[in-house]
């Protein structure tokens, strides 16, 4: 594979590969700059013909590369992301819209993937049992020891284009599992140079093919191939539960939606807890699963509070994504800015008030902050994909507790307070996968478990460690000793 050049400047032309070899041109699908519709790059697509070709690849490879051998082209893609970190900046930037210091950001996370990945490929986490332990005992011993499963299928969503891909092909890579990556076909530019990027770190071509094209002709095969092990998905709660439906009988791997809140106690360090509101707000243009969708807040410090926020909210100036100045690039495309701006104006209706923002230009949305916000508004029952930070306020714990857990989803949240004992209840009672104190939603670090309960996911984790896990199965074999 010829090293891997992006050029934003120019249309990229790029191709769906099965196995290290592009698709017949055939169907094309074009990438356009959120920002200025600009044409970013155009896309040969595949067909279900491509699909059955990449299954069959996989297969007929096998799963035979040395640990050693998955480290080294884990760290060789790490040194060459590196390299090529502003270049990859710029394409999510580009295709995304996302505000270049986000994109900058999200390749320093994807760069403690491939570390963390690598790193893993050195261990072992294989048990020994001894079987003289019991009366009825044997002098035997069981080993425990992860083997590769045969073929992955990983599907990812637009929000974080390169992240995402790799936080699901660097731990199957870790496994020596081999997969058919099917990326969101808003970002499909910044997935396809990762894939190349693995190519020339030495990925043996039949490990990964990403692939493209209709949903019926490629996503759906996909999902229902009787000889896939494991399909991996991160999207939305409708998708994941259609996949849910649909997959048969192999593992599903289910990251989905969220609606995480800021619950602001009445003895919260309000700057800290202003910091937050808006840092877990408006990050990523609000599209992250784990961005604040909520903001609860204690009614004795409610006007402090969205005094401070509103101040400091006024710093996340919106704008051209490709200037380093901007700190919110747009949503992901203008349908979205329209639908966010609907629930807005809608929730203004039932009552609520705008206190900044609200202006909306093509899929430029204004980092907006509402009060007085009603419980059963659409932008608080459902997940708004989109730098909106709507207010709430409740008039103790258990207030908290209850208003928190009534929503369908469960990601993840985040508390600010200084009591020990409020944050032991919540650690206990809320009713999701990860709960932050002192900190937003989000926080976390590459390798630690992630993933959520209720509409958010089934409780499987991912984040790099847990990921392999799910990659991977446990064989055991028992020997006299
Ligand atoms: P989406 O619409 O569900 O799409 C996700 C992926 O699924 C895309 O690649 C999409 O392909 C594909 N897809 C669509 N229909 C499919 C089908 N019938 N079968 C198989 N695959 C199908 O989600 P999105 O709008 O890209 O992403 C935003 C959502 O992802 C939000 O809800 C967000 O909270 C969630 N998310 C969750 C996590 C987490 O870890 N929990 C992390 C990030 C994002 P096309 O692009 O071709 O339609």
Same mark, same amino acid.
């Given at each position: 594979m010829d090293p891997v050049t992006i050029n934003t400047t120019d249309v990229m032309q790029l191709s769906c590969y099965v196995a290290g070899k592009k698709v017949k041109p055939g169907h094309e699908l074009e990438v356009r700059n959120p920002y200025n519709n600009r044409l970013v790059g155009v896309v040969q697509t595949a067909t279900t013909r491509d699909v059955d070709n990449a299954v069959s690849a996989a297969l007929k490879g096998g799963t035979r590369l040395t640990h050693y051998e998955r480290y080294a082209i884990l760290e060789r893609a790490r040194h060459l992301l590196v390299q090529r970190k502003e270049d990859f900046a710029a394409l999510i930037s580009a295709e995304a819209g996302l505000a270049i210091r986000e994109a900058r950001y999200e390749t320093e996370r994807a760069h403690d993937v491939l570390l963390f990945a690598a790193i893993e490929c050195l261990k072992d986490d294989g048990q020994l049992f001894s079987c &003289?332990? @019991?009366? *009825?005992? *044997?002098h035997r011993k069981i080993l425990s020891f992860r083997e590769p499963l045969s073929l992955g299928v990983c599907i990812t969503p637009f929000n974080h284009p390169l992240n995402q891909v790799l936080h699901k092909i660097a731990p199957a890579i870790v496994a020596g599992t081999p997969v058919i990556l099917k990326p969101s076909e808003k970002t499909p530019l910044t997935a396809i140079k990762a894939t190349e990027l693995l190519y020339e770190a030495g990925?043996? +071509?039949?490990?990964l093919s990403v692939l493209l094209g209709n949903t019926s002709e490629v996503a759906e095969p996909l999902v229902k191939n009787p000889a896939v092990d494991i399909v991996s998905f991160t999207g939305s709660v409708a998708v994941g539960k259609r996949i849910a439906a649909t997959a048969g009988y192999k593992k599903v791997i289910l990251e989905l939606g969220g609606n995480d809140p800021l619950i602001i106690m009445e003895d919260a360090d309000l700057d800290l807890a202003a910091l937050l509101a808006a840092e877990g707000s408006f990050r990523n243009s609000g599209q992250r699963c784990t961005a604040v969708k909520r903001i609860l807040v204690h009614e004795k410090v409610q006007d402090d509070f969205i005094r401070k926020f509103v101040h400091k909210s006024r710093e996340y100036t919106c704008g051209d +994504? @490709?200037? +380093? $100045?901007?700190m919110v690039g747009t949503v992901i495309d203008e349908a979205a800015a329209v639908y966010l701006e609907r629930v807005t104006e809608d929730a203004v209706k039932a009552g609520a008030k705008i206190r900044l923002g609200g202006a909306r230009r093509g899929a430029l949305l204004e980092p907006t902050i509402l009060t007085?916000? +009603? %419980? &059963? $508004?659409d932008i608080v029952v459902n997940e708004s994909f989109g730098p909106l930070a709507p207010v709430m306020t409740f008039t103790d714990i258990n207030d908290a507790i209850t208003l928190s857990n009534a929503t369908a989803y469960g990601l993840s949240s985040g508390i600010v307070t200084r009591s020990m004992e409020y944050a032991m209840r919540f650690i206990k009672e809320l009713k999701v996968g990860t709960v932050n104190i002192n900190e937003?939603?989000?926080? %976390?670090?590459?390798s630690s478990p992630f993933g959520g309960v209720k509409d958010s996911g089934l409780g499987i984790k991912e984040g790099v460690i847990e990921a392999i896990k799910c990659f991977s199965f446990i064989k055991t074999c028992s020997i006299p000793w």
């Open positions: &003289d332990v @019991s009366p *009825k005992g *044997k990925l043996p +071509p039949h490990m +994504p @490709s200037d +380093p $100045a901007t007085n916000v +009603p %419980r &059963d $508004a937003i939603p989000g926080f %976390r670090i590459e």
